[in-house]
T-cell receptor, first 111, second 114 residues
């Protein structure tokens, strides 16, 4: 089955700087790679996703890149703001089927 | 607004009781729903896939007799934690894929067993 590794587990960046979170996956059949933001006591909220036929996708300050050959994908947040502080999860799978989550990254934005 | 609703959001009960958690798709039909469990400061672990009109598919290591799943309608899946014990205390989250859209997650149910 699918296995998703996520790094780092904790990340602290100065407000205004960029944050990068990286994930790898194991199953070459996975074709859907969402990223979720989870705040305390809430379910995960989708922030961006990418499908395997695309190498990069951007939505304002958030971008995701995918390297299918290496089975790597990354989340990039630019111009970080205090409200970006949360736990971020990558996941891999198929959009209408089950997705497997990485272990999460706790992002701290320092004032 | 929310498209997947979970109820209750928080439940506290005594050890040995059974607890039912509901997951509803609000404006779409979901033939499949997914149940996850999340322990504090850990990731979401997929427990099972709930299939409308048929048996759920459980992930390895998840006891199907302990975690009963029923998906009797196209908008409702239920997870019943039977004879709950303190080690079952966790955050349970459901999700449902909506046609041509990413999976939508509920806000979770925090289960505390005393």
């Amino acid at each position: 089955g699918e296995n998703v590794e996520q790094h780092p587990s904790t990340l602290s960046v100065q407000e205004g700087d960029s944050a990068v979170i990286k994930c790898t996956y194991s199953d070459s059949a996975s074709n859907y790679f969402p990223w979720y933001k989870q705040e305390l006591g809430k379910g995960p909220q989708l922030i961006i996703d990418i499908r395997s036929n695309v190498g990069e996708k951007k939505d304002q300050r958030i971008a995701v890149t995918l390297n299918k050959t290496a089975k790597h994908f990354s989340l990039h947040i630019t111009e970080t703001q205090p409200e970006d502080s949360a736990v971020y999860f990558c996941a891999a799978g198929n959009r209408d089927d089950k997705i497997i989550f990485g272990k999460g990254t706790r992002l701290h934005i320092l004032p | 607004g929310a498209v997947v609703s979970q109820h209750p959001s928080w439940v506290i009960c005594k050890s040995g009781t059974s607890v039912k958690i509901e997951c509803r798709s609000l404006d779409f039909q979901a033939t499949t729903m997914f149940w996850y469990r999340q322990f504090p400061k850990q990731s979401l672990m997929l427990m099972a896939t709930s299939n409308e009109g048929s048996k759920a598919t459980y992930e390895q290591g998840v006891e199907k007799d302990k975690f009963l799943i029923n998906h009797a309608s196209l908008t409702l899946s239920t997870l019943t934690v039977t004879s709950a014990h303190p080690e079952d205390s966790s955050f349970y989250i459901c999700s449902a894929p909506k046609s041509n859209q990413p999976q939508h997650f509920g806000d979770g149910t925090r289960l505390s067993i005393l």
